[in-house]
């Protein structure tokens, strides 16, 4: 087998991928909860899952990565501090890039839309508990959308 082959295979969403901590790059776009205010409608995004209930074919909470952050934004202490930095000399297939999870914000996002990405691994179990520990204690997201997402206080 090729390395291509290989690294295509690799790349491969499959639901045995799609587990806590998976990282996706897949299109988004404004059915999917993202707001474009340059025209756009859909892009690529880097997003990790936080959890997957494979019943009802959800992947019930995932968070975004962004490269940068607006310096023309006026953020909240909150959004601010909902944010978690992912090295890029971690995750040098995934980002080119540091960039920021934002733990702010929850999405949820069928696991088809997801098969149509591609996969780039997992997360460092010191990452993933960064993020949880934020996702846990922010006070951007509700208690009750915290239960929903099984986001708990460990």
């Known amino acids: 087998m090729k390395l291509e082959d290989l690294q295509a295979e690799y790349r491969t969403v499959t639901t045995d991928k799609l587990v806590t901590g998976a990282l996706i790059e897949t299109i988004l776009g404004e059915d999917d909860g993202l707001v474009f205010n340059?025209?756009?409608?859909?892009?690529?995004?880097k997003i990790i899952i936080?959890?997957?209930?494979?019943?009802?074919n959800t992947c019930y909470g995932s968070v975004l990565?962004?490269?940068n952050m607006n310096p023309k934004a006026n953020y909240s202490e909150p959004y601010l501090a909902a944010q978690y930095l992912l090295k890029q000399e971690n995750y040098e297939?995934?980002?080119r890039y540091d960039s920021f999870v934002d733990c702010g914000e929850v999405f949820s996002f069928s696991i088809d839309k997801l098969l149509k990405g591609?996969?780039?691994g997992t997360l460092s179990e010191q990452d993933k508990q960064g993020i949880f520990e934020i996702l846990e204690t922010t006070d951007t997201l509700s208690t009750k959308l915290k239960k929903r997402f099984g986001i708990k206080r460990r």
């Open 38 to 45: 340059n025209g756009r409608h859909s892009k690529p995004k």
């Open 50 to 56: 936080i959890g997957v209930d494979k019943e009802s």
């Open 65 to 67: 990565v962004n490269t």
């Open 93 to 95: 297939n995934f980002l």
């Open 118 to 120: 591609e996969y780039f």
